[in-house]
């Protein structure tokens, strides 16, 4: 069984601040996505990464795939209120089989 | 284009009932997947299918079950109810083969046990 551990499980911090979520996991996934979940909807899909050492930016956001390919992180530089929500990783594996982290609650304060 | 629409949005149900859940996913898209997500278990996968086929499956007891029909729309069905399957039931689907399997999920559905 893949798991996938994500840390810190909650996040409090002010407007303004820089953070850092972390998915790590002992098997190694063909690909890895980072999702986003407000109260009430369903996850929605910020970023695939697929190459070991890969990094993407989507504006303030900042993923990288480990060279390994068994772990990533989301940087967020100068976090906004609307950052506010549930960051979850999930690790793409054989024949395409998700296993999701259990999830980041991030909240910024105003 | 549309995105994946679930109905109902809310299910109010008594122990022991049965329940089916229903998904239309994204036009083209021909995998369909469905998770259970509780604040204590988080997003736990419970089945996928493709092309009217399951194709992988999780850990769930056979009470729960599904199927998907030939224009790609999925059913998920609970039976005898137990009070621990409240739950956000969300379903996704994705383009297999092109997208590295990336998966597009509905609003969900809230199924409360009583």
């Known amino acids: 069984t893949q798991l996938l551990e994500q840390s810190p499980q909650f996040l409090s911090i002010q407007e303004g601040e820089n953070l850092t979520v972390y998915c790590n996991s002992s098997?190694?996934?063909?690909?890895l996505q980072w999702y986003r979940q407000e109260p009430g909807e369903g996850p929605v899909l910020l970023v695939t990464?697929?190459?070991?050492?890969e990094v993407k930016k989507l504006k303030r956001l900042t993923f990288q795939f480990g060279d390994a390919r068994k772990d990533s992180s989301l940087h967020i530089t100068a976090a906004q209120p609307g950052d506010t929500g549930l960051y979850l990783c999930a690790g793409v594996g054989n024949a395409g089989k998700s296993t999701f982290g259990d999830g980041t609650t991030l909240t910024v304060k105003p | 284009k549309a995105g994946v629409t679930q109905t109902p949005r809310y299910l109010i149900k008594t122990r022991g009932q049965q329940v089916t859940l229903s998904c239309s996913p994204i036009?083209?898209?021909?995998?369909v997947s469905w998770y259970q997500q509780t604040p204590g278990q988080g997003l736990q996968f419970l089945f996928e299918?493709?092309?009217?086929?399951?194709?992988n499956k999780g850990n769930f007891p056979g009470r729960f079950s599904g199927r998907q029909f030939s224009n790609s729309r999925s059913e998920m069905n609970v039976s005898t109810l137990e009070l621990g399957d409240s739950a956000l039931y969300l379903c996704?689907?994705?383009?297999?083969?092109?997208?590295?399997?990336?998966?597009?999920f509905g609003p969900g559905t809230r199924l409360t046990v009583t």
């Open positions: 990464v697929v190459t070991g050492g």
């Open positions: 299918y493709f092309s009217e086929t399951q194709r």
């Open positions: 098997s190694v996934f063909s690909s």
């Open positions: 036009s083209g898209h021909r995998s």
């Open positions: 996704a689907s994705s383009l297999v083969g092109v997208s590295n399997y990336e998966q597009y």
